[in-house]
């Protein structure tokens, strides 16, 4: 058999036209110039072909490699259930992730906005290989929302739960200065891709789209039941019997009226009152737990997924409170130790939340759990929460260090039905998608 190939000749610029005997492995002739021009062309494409059919061959045996490699860690652990919790970089996200990826018994998805920050604090924090992916969500633009559901979706695991535990906190954003115009100031509201305030973006708009889309992965799940737990805050109303839902700017979502009106500049409150850092924090918690509650109405019969929320307790350390003025992250957590009693660890939060995730005892829905100060699970304790009903009063005159709040029981705004379907239907507007 002979080929023909177009190869340099030492003595010539234009090509020389060789054929080359394959079994002997040698030229046969050597013929050049431009009578050979079809002869050559076709010789070319002939040896083109057999290129881009090997580098074909190349890039299938490197994707089917990259696919082994990402499908096979995840799938050879069968018996694993499977977690994502957003915002797993730091703090609470943090703790949980690792409480549950070192427990052997979870696989942890990241769901995190800075990928390598996340990547390495896994590592930092000796997470068990193969317990854990970090995956790219930024909660404050919905196209990643929807892009970071394609990813999981492409891993083609189960999904058992999903924990919606992200949050941004701007509490001084709205004033002048700290002490005098000038002296810290705050900066102002800031806005997601879409235009929205960034603390509504975050912690409420983004959690409702991703809720709301994995839900069919959580309908899957491979362990019943599977749960969402969102987290909340005894800042933000939940009852308006909690002291710290009293604690000034107060929640107060109004009538929705920034919803109404398309939540964007010069928009800045759900209520379209006047911007306020801390309150858009807390506002953004209320509308939480009413997602929470919108969630189990509306799916928790028929697809048997519990749908919970959580006061971790004072966390006092946590870069949650990033933002604040230096003398109050240096104070805040020596007065939640000292003198409240409330403080809690990014540790002993973390295990509480590991609880809801994986503990029997948390399996229900449309509740809302919370934990109290000093008598038992917080700083001065460490003992499981259920086991700590009976304690008495803390110094925010909670009763009991673990109270679960039964969905009859959280009241206030985020009791309000008729307002919880409206902030359902309006966060279907500004996400561009309807789901029930
Ligand atoms: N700390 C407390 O005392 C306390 C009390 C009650 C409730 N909570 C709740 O507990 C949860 C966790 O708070 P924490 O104290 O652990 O705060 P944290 O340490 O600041 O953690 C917040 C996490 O959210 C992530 N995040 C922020 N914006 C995001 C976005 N656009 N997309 C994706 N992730 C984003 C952060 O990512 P980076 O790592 O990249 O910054 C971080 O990992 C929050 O829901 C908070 O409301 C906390």
């Given at each position: 058999?002979?080929?023909?190939f177009?190869?340099?000749?030492?003595?010539?610029?234009?090509?020389?036209?060789?054929?080359?005997?394959?079994?002997?492995?040698?030229?046969?002739t050597?013929?050049?110039g431009?009578?050979?021009a079809?002869?050559a062309?076709?010789t070319?494409?002939?040896?083109?072909?057999?290129c881009?059919?090997?580098?074909?061959?190349?890039?299938?045996?490197?994707?089917?490699?990259?696919?082994?490699?990402?499908?096979?860690?995840?799938?050879?652990q069968?018996?694993?259930?499977?977690v994502?919790?957003?915002?797993?970089?730091?703090?609470?996200?943090?703790?949980?992730?690792?409480?549950?990826a070192?427990?052997?018994?979870?696989?942890?998805?990241?769901?995190?906005?800075?990928?390598?920050?996340?990547?390495?604090?896994?590592?930092?924090?000796?997470f068990?290989?193969?317990?854990y992916?970090?995956?790219?969500?930024?909660?404050?633009?919905?196209?990643?929302?929807r892009?970071?559901?394609?990813?999981?979706?492409a891993?083609?695991?189960?999904?058992?739960?999903?924990v919606?535990?992200?949050a941004?906190?701007?509490?001084?954003?709205?004033?002048?200065?700290?002490?005098?115009?000038?002296?810290?100031?705050?900066?102002?509201?800031?806005?997601?891709?879409d235009?929205?305030?960034?603390?509504?973006?975050?912690?409420y708009?983004?959690?409702?789209l991703?809720?709301?889309?994995?839900?069919?992965?959580?309908?899957?799940?491979s362990v019943?039941?599977?749960?969402?737990i969102?987290?909340?805050?005894?800042?933000?109303?939940?009852?308006?019997?909690e002291?710290?839902?009293?604690?000034?700017?107060?929640?107060?979502?109004?009538r929705?009226?920034?919803l109404?009106?398309?939540?964007k500049?010069p928009?800045t409150?759900?209520?379209?009152?006047?911007?306020?850092?801390?309150?858009?924090?807390?506002d953004?918690k209320?509308?939480?737990?009413?997602?929470?509650?919108?969630l189990?109405?509306?799916?928790?019969?028929s697809?048997?997924?519990?749908?919970?929320?959580?006061?971790?307790?004072?966390?006092?350390?946590?870069?949650?409170?990033?933002?604040?003025?230096?003398?109050?992250?240096?104070?805040?957590?020596?007065?939640?130790?000292?003198?409240?009693n409330?403080y809690?660890s990014?540790?002993?939060?973390?295990?509480?939340?590991?609880?809801v995730?994986?503990d029997?005892?948390?399996?229900?829905?449309?509740?809302?759990?919370?934990?109290?100060?000093?008598?038992?699970?917080?700083g001065?304790?460490?003992?499981?929460?259920v086991?700590?009903?009976?304690?008495?009063?803390?110094?925010f005159?909670?009763?009991?260090?673990?109270?679960?709040?039964?969905?009859?029981?959280?009241?206030?705004?985020?009791?309000?039905?008729?307002?919880?379907?409206?902030?359902?239907?309006?966060?279907?507007?500004?996400?561009?998608?309807?789901?029930?």
């Amino acid at each position: 058999m002979a080929l023909a190939f177009a190869v340099p000749h030492a003595s010539q610029t234009r090509p020389v036209l060789q054929r080359w005997d394959v079994k002997a492995s040698k030229p046969v002739t050597a013929v050049s110039g431009h009578s050979q021009a079809l002869l050559a062309a076709s010789t070319s494409a002939v040896a083109l072909a057999a290129c881009s059919r090997r580098r074909e061959r190349l890039a299938k045996a490197s994707i089917s490699k990259t696919q082994r490699r990402a499908f096979f860690d995840f799938g050879s652990q069968p018996t694993k259930k499977t977690v994502v919790i957003t915002g797993a970089s730091s703090g609470l996200g943090l703790a949980a992730a690792r409480e549950l990826a070192k427990s052997g018994e979870w696989r942890v998805i990241m769901a995190c906005r800075d990928f390598i920050k996340a990547e390495t604090i896994a590592k930092e924090n000796d997470f068990p290989k193969d317990s854990y992916l970090v995956l790219h969500l930024d909660l404050a633009a919905n196209s990643s929302v929807r892009q970071f559901v394609a990813s999981f979706r492409a891993l083609n695991i189960p999904l058992d739960a999903l924990v919606c535990n992200a949050a941004v906190y701007f509490p001084n954003a709205h004033k002048e200065g700290a002490f005098f115009p000038g002296l810290f100031p705050g900066g102002g509201p800031r806005w997601s891709a879409d235009g929205h305030e960034l603390s509504f973006a975050t912690n409420y708009l983004g959690h409702f789209l991703l809720c709301n889309l994995l839900l069919e992965d959580l309908k899957k799940s491979s362990v019943k039941p599977a749960r969402c737990i969102i987290l909340g805050t005894v800042t933000a109303s939940i009852n308006d019997k909690e002291v710290g839902g009293m604690i000034p700017p107060v929640a107060d979502i109004g009538r929705l009226e920034g919803l109404e009106a398309g939540m964007k500049a010069p928009v800045t409150m759900i209520d379209n009152g006047r911007f306020n850092g801390a309150k858009a924090y807390k506002d953004s918690k209320v509308c939480d737990v009413m997602l929470m509650r919108e969630l189990h109405k509306r799916y928790h019969a028929s697809t048997g997924v519990c749908f919970s929320s959580l006061y971790p307790g004072c966390i006092a350390d946590t870069a949650l409170f990033r933002e604040h003025y230096p003398v109050f992250r240096f104070l805040f957590p020596i007065l939640q130790k000292g003198v409240t009693n409330a403080y809690v660890s990014e540790e002993e939060a973390g295990k509480r939340l590991a609880k809801v995730v994986a503990d029997d005892n948390y399996a229900q829905s449309g509740v809302y759990f919370s934990w109290g100060g000093e008598s038992g699970t917080g700083g001065a304790g460490g003992a499981d929460a259920v086991e700590n009903v009976d304690a008495s009063a803390d110094r925010f005159l909670q009763y009991g260090s673990f109270r679960t709040l039964k969905e009859s029981e959280i009241g206030g705004e985020a009791g309000d039905d008729e307002r919880s379907k409206r902030l359902w239907s309006l966060s279907e507007k500004l996400v561009g998608q309807q789901f029930s």
